[in-house]
């Protein structure tokens, strides 16, 4: 089992990874990547840990986890790649013609660790439910792990998941709200005030826990005592506070970060603050 | 002509739910949702006897679809039964990201299709979505004609791998294909031979074509009548064979003539092989209230329409 400490090194060649990506593609979204890129980190080396050389597109037997926010991806792709799924130096063609690492997820190019697209806002939930249901239907006690957005639950489908899950007691999924307070448009309260969200996911029926999602050593604690809880009637929705653009000081809890590339100078400032750990692609 | 006798008119979707019925019992993997219609859909019997494998969603197509693509991850079959109308466009990002883009083996199925829905009237009548659905890469687009191919047409999308878009109706209409018939998805099938005309149709309209091919023949006009089920992949090569045959086309179908059944087989023919044809389809409107009869009288889409669309690309065939 990797230490806390191989945990947080990891994450910081992530968080490398991410800027030398957008920044390569001269696009991509920095800002939920970086926020997102500890907890991807922990739920794939230190919870979830698949087997990268036996990826199936059923997962049967083994957890498996949706990303509904899929602009984030850079984080996703990084964690992937150094976990093993691919490998490191694909990460160099995202966005570009002919990579398998579109600019968001997709399927169609077969690549190791994904199992259906996103980027279009406010379906990752509901396919995560259809998947967990799945699982109880073959008999698989695995989990399901779901991350979205917080701007991303103003989409109205959401809550159609939100008030399904309950009711049909999809007790083997763990859903993840990146709550980073930020959209495209600005702060969250601004663009559209997603109000008390712990009251409203309580009031559909989930179990709520709040998680420092930029602290590996709460995330461990979180996700393990969750996941230890889970199985038992209800869905359990962890509100995951995060800061956008974590990592580099001049990005983080900026919203003008979300999807805007740093260019070359901006990058070279970004990597100056993050250690090169476990080599650049 | 080749003669076609009703056995007894039926709806079609009670075809697909009898189909379901069974698949339900030959098929462990295969699972219903069904977004608040399950009598309408008749899905009652699947409901009652497979509680374990349907998902009532509630009011919420769009989280429906969703769910139907995340159960195909876990090797799931699922089949979603609501009208045409909350089966496309309510739903089309749904079905174009998580679904098609995704390539996931889910069968949207969607009763109440056409102007034939009928008094419900405009908000309820769906007829742009054979054009939603097909313009969606790899997404196969079926309309049985009756309740026997129905039947058929929703038990053989069970056996084929990928998204799958199958289209009936809410009224009950003449029953006159084979009882227990094969269905090849993408094969047309020639109903009956003639020299003058090919008519293409699909759907309910295809008992209309039958009726007009009986009336123009009693006028000495030899049409061809063939059901394409199947608007996508169209069988191209049944098509150009037919109208090689006969020089002149005429579509039909329950829909805008934009995106439809004729829009499809004008484009094939303008690359392959040029000839006259006419579209008896909507034209650019939406519908109203009103028994299915009226409606399809009204609209254009009744056995004199086809008749009059005949004569006219025959006339154009001359000239």
């Not at chain 1, 959401?158 to 990146?178: G, H, R, S, T, Y």
């Not at chain 2, 990002?93 to 969607?110: E, P």
């Not at chain 2, 059944?261 to 008896?280: C, F, H, N, T, W």
Request: aromatic share 8%; hydrophobic share 40%; charged share 20%.
């Amino acid at each position: 089992m990797p230490a806390t400490e191989e945990l947080r090194r990891i994450s910081s060649q992530v968080r490398r990874d991410i800027i030398r990506m957008v920044n390569g593609a001269s696009s991509g979204h920095p800002g939920g990547s970086l926020g997102v890129a500890d907890f991807l980190t922990v739920l794939y080396f230190e919870v979830m840990r698949p087997d990268p050389l036996k990826f199936d597109m059923n997962g049967k037997n083994e957890d498996i986890f949706f990303l509904s926010n899929g602009h984030v991806c850079p984080a996703w792709y990084s964690v992937m790649a150094r976990y093993g799924f691919f490998p490191v130096k694909e990460l160099g063609t995202f966005r570009k013609l002919g990579s398998r690492l579109q600019g968001h997820p997709a399927t169609i190019e077969r690549l190791p660790g994904v199992r259906i697209a996103s980027g279009s806002l406010g379906q990752g939930l509901s396919v995560s439910i259809g998947a967990a249901i799945a699982k109880k239907m073959n008999g698989d006690s695995h989990l399901v792990y779901a991350l979205c957005g917080d701007g991303e639950l103003q989409e109205g489908s959401n809550w159609e998941a939100l008030m399904f899950a309950p009711a049909k007691k999809i007790d083997n999924l763990i859903a993840v709200v990146d709550y980073n307070g930020k959209q495209i448009d600005g702060p969250v309260d601004k663009v559209m005030p997603l109000g008390n969200l712990r009251a409203k996911f309580e009031a559909f029926g989930w179990i709520v826990t709040d998680m420092d999602g930029n602290n590996i050593e709460d995330i461990i604690t979180v996700l393990n005592k969750v996941k230890a809880g889970a199985g038992k009637g209800k869905p359990n929705m962890i509100i995951m506070h995060t800061h956008m653009g974590y990592g580099v000081d001049f990005m983080t809890d900026n919203h003008e970060w979300h999807g805007v590339p740093p260019n070359n100078d901006q990058a070279a400032r970004a990597l100056g603050q993050l250690q090169e750990t476990l080599g650049d692609y | 002509m080749t003669d076609y006798t009703n056995s007894g008119s039926k709806d079609t979707r009670s075809g697909f739910g009898e189909a379901m019925q069974e698949l339900g019992r030959t098929n462990p993997d295969v699972v219903v949702l069904c977004a608040d219609l399950t009598p309408s859909m008749k899905l009652e019997s699947f409901a009652r006897e497979f509680p374990e494998r349907f998902i009532q969603t509630g009011i919420a197509e769009a989280n429906m679809i969703c769910i139907a693509a995340g159960l195909t991850i876990g090797g799931k079959i699922p089949f979603t039964g609501t009208f045409a109308n909350f089966s496309t466009g309510r739903v089309y990002d749904q079905i174009r990201q998580s679904v098609a883009y995704s390539g996931k083996n889910v069968k949207i199925c969607a009763s109440h299709a056409g102007i034939t829905l009928g008094e419900d009237g405009a908000t309820h009548q769906n007829m742009e979505d054979i054009g939603m659905m097909k313009m969606l890469p790899d997404m196969t687009v079926i309309n049985p004609c009756d309740f026997n191919q129905t039947k058929a047409a929703t038990l053989a999308v069970s056996h084929h791998n990928g998204p799958v878009y199958l289209r009936f109706g809410r009224p009950k209409v003449p029953n006159f294909t084979p009882a227990g018939q094969t269905f090849e998805i993408g094969k047309a099938l020639l109903l009956s031979e003639g020299r003058d005309v090919s008519i293409f149709a699909t759907g309910h309209l295809v008992w209309k074509a039958l009726e007009a091919c009986r009336l123009l023949e009693q006028e000495g006009i030899s049409s061809e009548v063939i059901n394409i089920h199947t608007i996508k992949p169209l069988d191209e090569e049944a098509v150009i064979a037919s109208v090689r045959r006969t020089g002149c086309a005429v579509t039909a179908e329950e829909h805008e003539r934009n995106g439809g059944l004729g829009d499809s087989i004008a484009q094939l023919l303008v690359r392959k092989y040029p000839v006259p044809i006419e579209m008896v389809a909507v034209d650019d409107s939406f519908g109203e209230s009103g028994t299915p009869e009226e409606l399809l009288k009204k609209f254009g889409l009744d056995t004199p329409d086809v008749v009059n669309a005949v004569k006219a690309v025959l006339a154009r065939k001359r000239s």
